[in-house]
T-cell receptor, first 113, second 114 residues
């Protein structure tokens, strides 16, 4: 079991560029989420999904898109990168249905210049 | 809406001394409470959780937390800390609204002084 994997580990973008952060899990979890972590702000929820084909916005969704075509994958797209999106991004998954523990990936450190 | 407050952003503690990391939450419904730990340059790992039953929960590495409903708190304690406990600790609350959204506190950085 690899758990939750994220690629890339590090990325530098120029303002206005787009990119996709990849997230995959091999635990057959229904629930997947994307968070961003900024100093002094903890983790803030960007988007989440309760199953394949179902996504919803979290606390800070602007500038990000998600889709969930399979149970395993939950990519996060930055449409037009801005310096305010410089952050560490974490993907997490949980089994749902009464299992509340979330499993986190190792994170992607993104810098937008 | 639910929220989590971790009042201490940084806590320095001498090795082998006790520590308490404070967490208070607000929610209008039943909650489940969690402490996650983040070691340097790593993702978050679950440290312990309160779902129901005994209000005192323990982790495998000597931490414990007590759910206090009247004070809406879930403070994390360890009687004797080690260098390896150096990490950032996040308190989180989940309210049973039928989705899997955790709300995190802003984190407490625990630094162990040799």
């Amino acid at each position: 079991n690899a758990g939750v994997t994220q690629t890339p580990k590090f990325q530098v973008l120029k303002t206005g560029q787009s990119m996709t952060l990849q997230c995959a899990q091999d635990m057959n979890h229904e629930y997947m989420s994307w968070y961003r972590q900024d100093p002094g702000m903890g983790l803030r929820l960007i988007h989440y999904s309760v199953g394949a084909g179902i996504t919803d916005q979290g606390e800070v969704p602007n500038g990000y898109n998600v889709s969930r075509s399979t149970t395993e994958d939950f990519p996060l797209r930055l449409l037009s990168a801005a310096p305010s999106q410089t952050s560490v991004y974490f993907c997490a998954s949980s089994a749902g249905q009464g299992s509340y523990e979330q499993y986190f990936g190792p994170g992607t450190r993104l810098t937008v210049t | 809406a639910q929220s989590v407050t971790q009042l201490d952003s940084q806590v320095p503690v001498f090795e082998e001394a006790p520590v308490e990391l404070r967490c208070n939450y607000s929610s209008s419904v039943s909650v489940y409470l969690f402490w996650y730990v983040q070691y340097p340059n790593q993702g978050l790992q679950l440290l312990l959780k309160y779902l129901s039953g005994s209000t005192l929960v323990e982790s495998i590495n000597g931490f414990e937390a007590e759910f206090n409903k009247s004070q809406t708190s879930f403070h994390l304690r360890k009687p004797s800390v080690h260098i390896s406990d150096t990490a950032e600790y996040f308190c989180a609350v989940f309210s049973n609204f039928g989705n899997e959204k955790l709300t995190f506190g802003t984190g407490t950085r625990l630094t162990i002084i040799p």
